[in-house]
Structure formats: C-alpha cells, structure tokens
C-alpha cells in the first residue's frame, strides 16, 4: 500500500545548489587569524592520480572563499606551514571511487588523490578528525570545503588534524557534470552567510 | 421506507436520480453487505507541513449488516498531500544548517474498524458512519536528491455522513461521503513539527 503514495512533483524544485555547512562548535574561531587556501582545486576522478583545477572558473570559485575569508576578518598569507587555519576545496567530478563505500562521510578521504594531512606541512599520522557527523552521501558535480585547525593541532603519529569548519555544495541532477560557476558562487556565499560563527 | 422525514435536503438532492431509475426495494448485490471503492480528496487543517488539498488517495470499504440498519465492517484509505517550501536555511543540529528549498510530503494510511447506520435499505441508502483504528503517516521533505522522513503511528477515528445509491438491481451503485478524520500522529522533521492530523473531505465512488 505504501506504494499508493504520490511522489511529490521534483520539476517544482528550483535549480539553485543545495548549500550544508557543519562546524566544530567547540572551536573559537576568534582565535584565528591567518589562512591558506591553496591556488587550485582538487579534482576527484576516476584517475588514481590527482588533478588539479586550476583554469579562469576554478579562480573565480577560490577567490570567491578569499573574498568571505577576508570578510571575516581573517588574512590571506602565501606560507601555509605560518597559518592558523587550512582551506581546502575539492570538486567531485566522479564517484568511480567511491563505489561500495557507505553513504556517509568523510567518504572522500578514500580518494587515492585526496588531500592528506601532511600536505599543511606536519605530521598527523592519524589523519583527519571531524567533531561532528557528516550525514550527506556522495554526488557528482558537488563543492567540498574543509578548513582544517593548524594552530592548534598536536603532531605525531597517532594525532589527528581537526576540521573545524566544511561546506558542502552541491545540485546536479544528470546531465552535464560541469559547475556551474554562477551558481555555486552563489552557493559559496551562502556557506558563510549561514555560518555567522566564522566572523571574528 | 421510513418516513420522509429523515431525508429532508438529501433526498431532494438525489429525486432527480430516483425518478431517472426505475428504484426497486432491495437494489444491493448481496443485501446483507456493502462494499465501497471511492477516489478521495483530502484537504489538511494546518498540519505545519503540507497543507494543500489534493484528490490523490482512495478509499475501500466494506460492512456486514449485523441487525437491519447497523453494519460493522473494516476500512483501509491512503492520501497524500504535498506542500512546495521555497528555499531556506534550515537549522540541522547545533553544528549544522542547510539552504534548500523542498516538496514536502504527508501520506496517510489509516486502518479499521467502520460501521454504518443506514437510514434506509432501499435504492436510496443515506447513512451516518464512524471509523476507528489506525494511522500510519510518513511526513516526509525531498530536496535535491535526498529525503529526510519520519515515519509515524498514531490512533485515528472519522466520522462521516454519506450515502449509498443503488439505481439498478443486483448492480453496481454509487457511493457519496463526507468526512472529517482525526488522528494522534506526531513526526519531526528539520525543525518542522506535526502534532496530530486533522483532515476533511469527500468521497466518491461505487457500491456494491
């Protein structure tokens, strides 16, 4: 009987991206100063190796971040072992690898090419820690942004780096799986608009 | 037959079909029962989640005529009802918030007991009728390609007036209901909270 249910009409939906945040809600961000976020975005394939996004739209996406970033009150520097607070984008173009993974994150950490935490320039042989649960699965064409604690993150092999902030933006059904740069600055906007937490 | 005056604007409202049909005594299939097949529409009072009227759902009955005028018998009915919400930051947890607008969803499946008092067992057969039993509800919110449920139990009773016409012998008939229902369902979902259902509606159909 419980297929006798009408599905609701999807057409009705609109087509701007679907914007989630989390933040860690023990972290003071007011604490922060300085950031990184590096000049390209990760691209999540369906090649073991990484790629990296690096043309006009993918400037417009990072620059977008350094303009909220700013905004909030903290500092852009060019050395990203001096920094208090990591920003690392990612752009899934494919779930090739994600494949018989649970629908549940962090997923894509299992992407062979995936940030990893020694790439802050330390030694966090434990890798990541996420204060709070990631409920959203996997899609193609989604906006993945992790700012990651660097001040203060303990080193060693069993330590972990904390994501005290991430955004996750996404809103392609089928067809092409190319952002849509208008729409996930838009988007990207948004991620701070609903997190007033991150001003200082 | 009873008397007329039980019938008062009903029975006007329906003269034009008695005089149409040539109205035998006993019109029923099987006179001791009835059974009803109806399209539904349903229209929630302000359930806090979807709140527009619709005509998606069915209903099906049937009763056994335990003294002359008083049948018991069983129900079982679905509906849905949905409500576009436009975009929105929604509060997740004290850690998260989403922007999405969504289609929310309200499904009703009630289930029982019915019983009828029929006023008259002739071709014309207007009635009173309660249900009792029952109510699985899933509210539900879809977004993107997601959805975000709960699903719900509570306790439902409908009274009902309506009638059931049967223009022709040993044949199929009509069937015409009004309704209100009630029901104890509680569900959250996102920071949208639903405290019991009710609903009002009509019903038609066929009886046989």
């Not at chain 1, 996406?61 to 072992?81: C, D, H, P, Q």
């Not at chain 1, 990541?128 to 993150?153: C, E, F, H, Q, R």
């Not at chain 2, 899933?138 to 009773?157: H, L, P, Q």
């Not at chain 2, 104890?184 to 509606?201: A, E, P, Q, R, S």
Request: net charge negative; proline share 5%; glycine share 8%.
């Amino acid at each position: 009987m419980v297929s006798c249910e009408k599905d609701p009409d999807m057409d009705k939906l609109d087509n701007e991206y679907l914007v989630f945040t989390s933040h860690d809600t023990s972290t003071k961000f007011s604490d922060f100063s300085t950031y990184y976020i590096p000049d390209s975005i990760l691209v999540i394939g369906d090649k073991k190796d990484p790629e990296y996004w690096k043309d006009e739209n993918a400037q417009t996406l990072i620059n977008t971040f350094v303009t909220k970033m700013n905004a909030a009150g903290y500092t852009r520097i060019s050395e990203k072992e001096d920094a208090d607070l990591g920003l690392q984008v990612s752009y899934v173009a494919s779930t090739y690898y994600f494949q018989g993974y649970y629908n549940d994150g962090p997923w894509w950490g299992y992407y062979p090419g995936y940030w990893y935490p020694g790439y802050w320039g330390g030694n966090w042989g434990g890798g990541w820690y996420y204060p709070y649960p990631i409920t959203y699965s996997y899609s193609t064409g989604s906006l993945l942004a992790d700012m990651v604690n660097l001040k203060n993150a303990p080193e060693g092999q069993k330590e972990k780096l904390t994501v005290v902030w991430n955004a996750y933006i996404s809103g392609l059904l089928g067809g092409s799986s190319n952002l849509n740069v208008n729409r996930a600055t838009t988007a990207i906007n948004q991620a701070f608009t609903q997190s007033p937490y991150l001003k200082k | 037959m009873k008397t007329i005056k039980y019938f008062t604007l009903r029975l006007m409202a329906v003269a034009a079909i008695a005089i149409a049909f040539a109205l035998p005594a006993k019109a029923q299939v099987t006179p001791f029962t009835y059974f009803n097949v109806d399209w539904q529409f349903n229209a929630p009072i302000s359930n806090n989640f979807a709140n527009k009227a619709s005509g998606w759902g069915m209903n099906f009955e049937g009763g056994y005529y335990v003294l002359p005028d008083l049948s018991i018998g069983a129900f079982i009915n679905y509906h849905t009802n949905n409500e576009y919400i436009s975009r929105q930051t929604l509060p997740i947890s004290n850690s998260a918030a989403l922007t999405t607008d969504q289609q929310h969803s309200v499904f009703q499946l009630p289930f029982g007991f019915a019983t009828h008092y029929r006023f008259s067992d002739g071709a014309c057969q207007p009635y009173i009728g309660l249900k009792l039993g029952a109510n699985y509800t899933k509210m539900s919110s879809d977004f993107y390609i997601y959805e975000v449920k709960d699903n719900t139990w509570g306790f439902y009773v409908s009274p009902e007036i309506g009638m059931n016409i049967y223009p022709w012998t040993n044949s199929i008939g009509f069937h015409l209901a009004a309704f209100y229902s009630y029901s104890t369902n509680k569900g959250t979902v996102f920071n949208y909270d639903m405290d019991k259902l009710n609903n009002f509606g009509f019903r038609v159909g066929v009886a046989f």
